[in-house]
């Protein structure tokens, strides 16, 4: 069955329905325009319900926060007096009884100076005068603690307690300015906390008032000219879409179908596209010459950008293009396998980018920040395993940074080659007892060479990153452990460097897509391999261009085996 496309024409059971496309089109984006109408009130409504919440929880934070501070000072000042009528009842009877008034008062005032410093936390001015507020406090406790020591001690306490007793008014006034200095900083606290929401409740108002004006006022303006402007447009469309026909010249394949789904026209770019002369395809079936007919009308409804399609028992990847008319259709195909594989190289680029460098980039960032925030707190060993962890995982992204950066000299052709003597054996040797200090747990390296081996021309850091990428491979996918071996191999006319796992094996169908840029055969991450997908890209890139060949040989589940072949030169 055909796909139904907006003005198309629609087959069902044999009959034939036809939907004007201008008519059409113009009820779609009437449609859309009047949802986009509802949309706006929507939003212009819940915005003031939004600013009436604001206003309303901005009155709780008032009632919960100001009142309350304010009913304390007062009470500081209730429970200073009762203080200081306990210690002087104190004086005057001696009766420990009498103390009952001074011990509730200072008790009671500990709790509302801990109860204030709750409710000033977050605001400077009210937080200075609170601590000022509990020195004051702290400094009169201890003076009529010092009284009330004297009264116990006997008649000279007594005579000692009533010539200090007037000594404390001082201290009695400072603390009441003090509160009373605090209950002037609130009552302005409060006129600011009113006056502010205030001005919110009246700005937010006005604005939403004013955008939701000009929002419904531009919303009606194109509900009622647009679709009228569009429906000409897609007429004049129509009728210019007969003059396609005689289109010989355009580098894409163009091709017309009839009512009746055959082939009406056939340009020389569809001949060389599809591979069928024009003489065969005019007046043939439409499904008959282009086998994936329906995949291409359905990717054009759709807004696909590519199509994949079989041609010769290869895929390409197709951007089609549908133009209708009353008489059939104008199909556009241009082949955009080039642009397909730079997209999906730019999409796993991405990917891999954000993936690979997210791990090591956290790491170093939650070990800094702990360091920071509690570096005095922790042990020497624990600070150095940070720092540790920070210095090997800004290795890694040195590593991932380093391969992107030689991927790119590849891609220019800007990739430096330093040629010299280099001696084979001591660099895998080398290369092996670096991989031992970074093997994960069960995985063992071992090495293996001929006694003697004739020094080759290559440039010994290109082949030793290579090397390096392979004997990385081969540890991250021995999941399970296992022996990986570098095995060094003289022949009379060059030198082969074998790197050998008993991991997880790669399927046949993946083992020549492993060479490419950005694939990973674990890209979901199922089996808990990660990597950017450039290590083995890289790797054959720079044995090309060293003049050798990187192969493989692998089995799933029984590991793999890469060879590097460099060849002997003067």
């Known amino acids: 069955m055909s796909a139904a496309l907006p003005g198309r024409t629609t087959f069902l059971r044999g009959r034939r329905f036809r939907w004007p496309g201008a008519v059409l089109a113009k009820r779609n984006v009437q449609i859309a325009f ?16 939004a600013t009436v919440n604001l206003y309303r929880s901005g009155e709780d934070r008032y009632v919960h926060v100001a009142l309350p501070l304010r009913t304390l000072t007062r009470d500081v000042l ?21 103390l009952d008034p001074y011990f509730e008062g200072r008790d009671e005032l500990a709790a509302d100076l801990v109860r204030i410093r709750q409710l000033t936390n977050g605001r400077p001015v009210l937080e200075a005068r609170t601590r000022v507020l509990t020195a004051e406090a702290e400094s009169l406790r201890g003076f009529y603690d010092r009284l009330i020591t004297f009264v116990a001690d006997g008649y000279v306490g007594q005579r000692q307690a009533r010539q200090e007793v007037l000594n404390p008014a001082g201290k009695v006034t400072r603390i009441r300015r003090t509160a009373t200095a605090m209950q002037g900083e609130i009552d302005a606290f409060i006129a600011a906390t009113r006056a502010a929401q205030h001005r919110t409740y009246i700005t937010t108002l006005s604005l939403l008032g004013i955008a939701g004006f000009f929002a419904i006022t531009i919303a009606m303006s194109l509900l009622l000219r647009v679709p009228e402007r569009l429906r000409r447009a897609y007429a004049e469309q129509e009728e210019g879409a007969q003059a396609s026909l005689a289109l010989e010249h355009v580098s894409e394949a163009v091709f ?15 001949e060389q596209l599809f591979g069928i002369d024009a003489d065969h395809a005019v007046g043939q079936p439409v499904r008959g010459i282009v086998v994936d007919y329906n995949e291409l009308v359905e990717a054009a409804d759709h807004g696909d950008a590519f199509v994949p399609v079989m041609i010769d028992a290869a895929e390409r990847w197709f951007a089609p293009v549908v133009s209708e008319f009353d008489g059939g259709s104008v199909i556009a195909v241009r082949d955009a396998t080039a642009g397909y594989a730079l997209e999906r190289a730019r999409a796993d680029f991405v990917a891999t980018a954000s993936h690979e460098l997210r791990t090591p980039l956290t790491a170093v960032y939650g070990g800094a920040t702990t360091l920071l925030a509690r570096g005095d707190d922790l ?33 220019r052709g800007t990739l430096r080659i330093d040629e010299s003597e280099c001696d084979v054996a001591e660099l895998c040797a080398s290369v092996a007892t670096a991989a031992r200090a970074r093997a994960p747990e069960g995985v063992t390296v071992a090495m293996q060479a001929p006694s003697v081996v004739a020094p080759i021309r290559c440039d010994e850091s290109l082949l030793r990153q290579v090397l390096i990428n392979l004997v990385d491979n081969a540890m991250k996918y021995s999941v399970d452990g296992g022996i990986v071996l570098v095995r060094l191999r003289d022949e009379t006319a060059s030198v082969h460097i074998d ?32 990597g950017s997908g450039l290590g083995l890209y890289i790797s054959r890139e720079i044995v090309t261009q060293l003049g050798g060949t990187l192969t493989l040989r692998s089995q799933p589940g029984r590991g793999s085996t890469f060879t590097v072949m460099l060849p002997r030169r003067a």
Do not use: C
């Not at 009047?34 to 319900?49: D, Q, R, S, W, Y």
């Not at 209730?78 to 001696?94: D, L, P």
């Not at 017309?256 to 569809?270: I, K, Q, S």
């Open 34 to 49: 009047a949802t986009l109408l509802v949309l706006l009130i929507a939003v212009l409504a819940t915005g003031f319900i």
């Open 78 to 98: 209730f429970r200073i007096t009762q203080e200081e009528t306990g210690v002087r009842g104190y004086m005057i009877t001696t009766n420990r009884a009498s």
């Open 379 to 411: 042990t020497p060993m624990q600070r150095q395993r940070l720092l540790r962890m920070i210095s090997d995982e800004s290795e890694h992204l040195t590593r991932i940074v380093d391969q992107l950066l030689v991927s790119a000299q590849l891609d």
């Open 256 to 270: 017309v179908v009839d009512v009746d789904e055959r082939v009406r026209y056939w340009n020389p770019a569809a």
């Open 499 to 530: 790197v050998v796992d008993k991991g997880l094996g790669i399927p046949t169908a993946e083992q020549e897509r492993i060479f490419e840029k950005f694939f990973r055969l674990d890209a979901d991450m199922a089996r808990g391999v990660g």
